[in-house]
């Protein structure tokens, strides 16, 4: 399998002006962090080739062998001052629907809060942190990734599940506009809720979520409210905690 180098200039080319601002690094320790480290804006984005100390969400590492998956992280400033619970929710959803496009396909689906997944495994996750008057959201996408060079057993990569060799210099400009244009809808108040939906495997399914403090509740999932909770068929709301669908 070859596998491009990512290159900055076909991303911004790819890219409408004035929006994205796109940096490709060879190693950073975090994409996060580096993003901490200058004066940001609003669609700074940074994305790397490699990661010596990427992480998800719960302090977790997210590890990813080198060239073979999109590691970035962008600043964003919203408009609304309120139900930011709802941009890790828009960013996957962003990303499913970007891989079923290009895959041609319906495997990819989302799994609350911040993950997508396939029949095969997990192939992404999100992690957005509070920074500034903004928020940094970080995506990590497993795109060329063979089976030994996953992580752990229940990771997954597109090409595994798909069989399909995305190039990630035209799959990063597809799922920043994805967002962009989810993002712009939410800023301007539409319900997003139907398009999360189509897009979601946790909703309407069996799920055990365990929380930080190790309880684990059970239900089945069926909504999602305007501060992006999780939202069970016994009245729970859930604001953190790990999901797992029962089959």
Known sequence: MIRAYLDESAISTALPANYWRVRVL???????????????????????????????RLERKFESAPNVALLFSFYIEPKRSTQWGWIPLIAGAAIARTLNKATKSQNFKTKWPNDVICESGKVSGVLCERYGTGIIVGIGINVSTQLHELPVSTASSIFIDSGVELDRNELLPSVLESFKELFGRWEMGADLLPTYRALSQTLGSDVEVSLPDLTKIRGRAIGIDEEGRLRLENGDLISVGDVLHLR
């Open 26 to 56: 060879e190693e950073v320790g975090s994409t996060q962090d580096e993003l901490k480290s200058e004066l940001v804006s609003n669609g700074d984005c940074v994305v790397a080739e490699f990661q010596s100390a990427g992480r998800g």
